[in-house]
């Protein structure tokens, strides 16, 4: 059957489009929008995916490691009652092909698939303003049309290679964590060059170093982490699970990060040093994310963080046993968790094997890569494999790449060359219907996803069935909305300490050239929330909508 193409018996829509809606994407997001409007909204929904499996982020990131940081039990849908009951996690946090499992058994549940096209990558989408319609094209030339458009493309899609000079005559193999070869990469007895310590490289060390010959790890910005002390998950747990399903719903959706877990309320500073130790010791012993939420004021006064910094420098200083590698791993120049906090299952252990090297780039930056390995300014790392784990060209990446244009040709990168403007995080003025789930200027990854993306979805299903219920035809964020809450966003960004790591992707400063802008919304989910509600009470207060 030809995905493409509108469904058999569908017909063609009064609008004149070939379908009511075109989703891109088919990760989390997309599949639980196609699920939303076609069967709880009787929409014809067409969703394009590049990749030649569903999954999104689960289908590329498939780097020796992966595994999510939220614990499994929160990392899904919350939707079907039917789905969370007949699904079991395995492990406190998922590994990457359990996720895909997962996400397949979804679309298998849900009868997804046929409104899937598969490789089907889109490069471009114009907005057809007499027709009113959105005119996408893929990049085998086809297009369809929709009054509707929902980038569903995910936050971290969009690979950063960085340009480095000398890649393309490297000898041996390279490859990027975010797009990793189905068939694997066999590293026994390899020499073996990982660029890149974020939440990505911490994963992926310990894993490489059990097979490869030697492990060089390349460190420009040394990195906190706390331990995940991921195991199976017991019969009790399971169990605690099972029973307490509304208590957890109810916690995440109710909290700022849409973890299963509450920022405890007391500061850093109002307890002893003594309890203060103690209570850091505990949030380790426990692990996780959750470590974050010790003190409630971690993110938002400087001595109270340092307290945090402090205890896991300490930490780093007393796993690693070369004094020398333990003070290059712990010379971290921001704060704790103002870069997106990694988690880890033995990553400073790995820098006490003997096949493990740590390389300092701030003492000596890569000059370039020779065909034999990697060059910094003072030595030659010959070399088999490099593995970037450099990360993404975050939030925007994934929408810029595509060739969007709105009102009058006007294109996205145009829009946003200052950095993204938007409403909500959920529409660009003068880009009518186009709905941008989790995009930058809403909370998504600074919240546990799968809730960002339920309520995304959800606000902009009920958005569209209100507009059909009175016969509108057009939503369009209102430019003076949009100024305000990029004012919002940046207030929010500036009451924490998050725009103090110079070097965080969240600011975009991974990416050379790329506007220095907090993207996402800082203010916690509970309050993005409550917003989004009570504009959408206030009949889409900052939005025009026309017949
Ligand atoms: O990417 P990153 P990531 N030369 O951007 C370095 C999510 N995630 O893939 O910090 C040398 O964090 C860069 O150095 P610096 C999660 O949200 C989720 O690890 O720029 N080094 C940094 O060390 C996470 O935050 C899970 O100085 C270069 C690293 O590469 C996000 O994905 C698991 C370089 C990039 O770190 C991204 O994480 C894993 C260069 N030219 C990831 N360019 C889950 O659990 C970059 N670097 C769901």
């Known amino acids: 059957m030809n995905h493409i193409a509108p469904g058999s018996g569908a017909g063609t829509p009064a609008h004149g489009g070939d379908f009511d809606a075109i989703v891109i994407g088919a990760g989390f997001s997309g599949m639980y929008l196609l699920h939303r409007l076609r069967d709880q909204l009787g929409l014809s929904v067409r969703v394009l995916e590049a990749a030649d499996g569903v999954g999104g982020t689960w289908h590329w990131n498939r780097y020796p490691g992966a595994r999510c940081d939220s614990e499994s039990h929160s990392y899904c ?19 990457q092909p359990e996720i895909l499992r997962y996400l397949n058994h979804v679309a298998d549940r849900f009868d997804l698939r046929r409104d899937i096209a598969l490789n089907t990558r889109v490069s471009a989408a114009r907005f057809d303003e007499a027709a009113n319609l959105w005119q996408v094209t893929t990049a085998e030339g086809r297009t369809l049309s929709a009054p509707f458009l ?13 340009k480095i000079p000398g890649l393309g005559d490297f000898a041996g193999q390279w490859y990027h964590t ?40 390349f460190q420009r910005t040394a990195n906190y982490s706390v331990p995940a002390h991921n195991a199976p998950l017991s019969p009790e747990a399971k169990r605690w699970i099972r029973e307490h399903r509304e208590d957890i719903r109810e916690v995440m959706t109710t909290n700022t990060n849409g973890h299963p877990f509450h920022i405890e309320d007391r500061s ?51 796993i ?14 921001h704060p704790y968790a103002t870069k997106r906090p990694p988690i880890d299952s033995g990553y400073f252990e ?8 740590l390389v300092d ?130 207030a929010a960004a ?22 220095r802008v907090f993207m996402p919304y800082a203010g916690g989910m509970a309050q993005y929330r409550a917003i989004c509600d009570e504009v959408a009470r206030k009949d889409y207060e900052g939005f025009a909508l026309s017949a």
């Open 77 to 95: 849908y919350y939707f079907s009652k039917e789905l969370l009951e007949e699904w079991e996690w395995s492990e406190r946090y998922p590994t």
């Open 150 to 162: 929902i980038t569903a493309v995910g936050c971290l899609s969009a690979a950063n290679v960085p």
């Open 178 to 217: 975010g797009e990793w070869p189905q068939e694997g990469v066999d590293f026994a007895g390899k020499r073996v060059g990982q660029i890149g310590t974020g939440s990505t490289g911490i994963q992926a060390v310990p894993v490489i170093a059990e097979t490869a010959g030697h492990l060089w790890v």
């Open 268 to 318: 850093a500073l109002a307890v002893s040093e003594e309890e203060r130790q103690r209570l850091y010791e505990q949030a380790w012993a426990k692990g996780g994310l959750q470590f974050r939420a010790t003190f409630r004021d971690l993110l938002t006064d400087k001595a109270a963080n340092d307290t945090a910094s402090e205890f896991l420098r300490a930490k780093i200083r007393s």
């Open 320 to 333: 690693v046993k070369d004094p020398k590698t333990a003070a290059i791993l712990s010379n971290i120049d």
């Open 350 to 357: 790995a820098f006490n094997r003997d096949n493990v090297t």
């Open 361 to 490: 780039l701030r003492a000596a930056p890569i000059e370039r890569i020779t065909p034999r390995g990697i060059k910094t300014k003072d030595a030659e790392y010959p070399l088999d494999i490099i593995v970037f784990a450099t990360g993404f060209d975050a939030l925007t990446g994934p929408l810029l790449r595509i060739d969007v244009r709105g009102r009058d040709g006007r294109t996205l990168r145009d829009a946003w060359e200052a950095g993204p403007v938007n409403y909500l995080g959920l529409q660009v003025p003068g880009f009518p219907n186009m709905f941008t789930m989790t995009g930058p200027g809403s909370p998504s990854v600074l919240c546990n996803m799968p809730v960002a993306i339920e309520q995304h979805a959800n606000w902009i299903a009920d958005c569209i069935a209100g507009m059909r219920a009175k016969g509108l035809r057009r939503i369009e964020a209102r430019p003076e909305a949009a100024q305000t809450w990029v004012r919002d966003v940046n």
């Open 494 to 515: 500036e009451s924490t300490l998050l725009p103090e790591a110079g070097s965080s992707w969240y600011l975009g400063a991974n990416v050379p050239g790329k506007p």
